[in-house]
DNA sequence: GCCAACGTTGGC
DNA sequence: GCCAACGTTGGC
């Protein structure tokens, strides 16, 4: 099973918020980024993926599942975009901030640390199972 | 709020 | 197909 990070704005949309959807889930729309589009198209449903706050809080909050493969982005007409669904499956413990992610041995090509403007991200399986030791998760 | 990095657009 | 201009993201 593959592993993922998406990105998002607290201000934008919120751990909170995604947790308020349940098992519905929300459509992960307004991405207009290819390499972002494509690694959403990679995905299967039950595929993992951590949720990160950028700007604020700089952290991984949360872990979320795929729950609807990548379709139309109902935030366009442009049939260029489609997006997942995800829905969150727990919180972390303790949330992982970048500066940790930076410091922290075999994370060192981490996209998160590598291409910082890169809004949906693979992650290794490596760096999942690292990422959920620091966050006192089961991988 | 600034700015670096990077992606996209459009003229040629 | 190149590249300058422009827009956006996201860390600081």
Known sequence: MACWLFKSEPDAWSWDQQVAKGDTGEEWGGVRNYQARNNMRAMKIGDRGFFYHSN?????????????????????????????????????????????????????????????????QPVTDEEWQIVCRMAGVEA
């Open 56 to 120: 604020i809080g700089k952290e991984v909050v949360g872990i979320v599942e795929v729950c609807r493969e990548s379709c139309p982005d109902s935030t366009t007409d442009d049939p260029r975009w489609d997006c997942v669904w995800i829905k969150a499956v727990k919180p972390v413990q303790q949330p992982v901030t970048l500066e940790q992610c930076k410091q922290e041995p075999g994370l060192e090509k981490m996209a998160l640390v590598t291409n910082t403007r890169l809004s949906v």
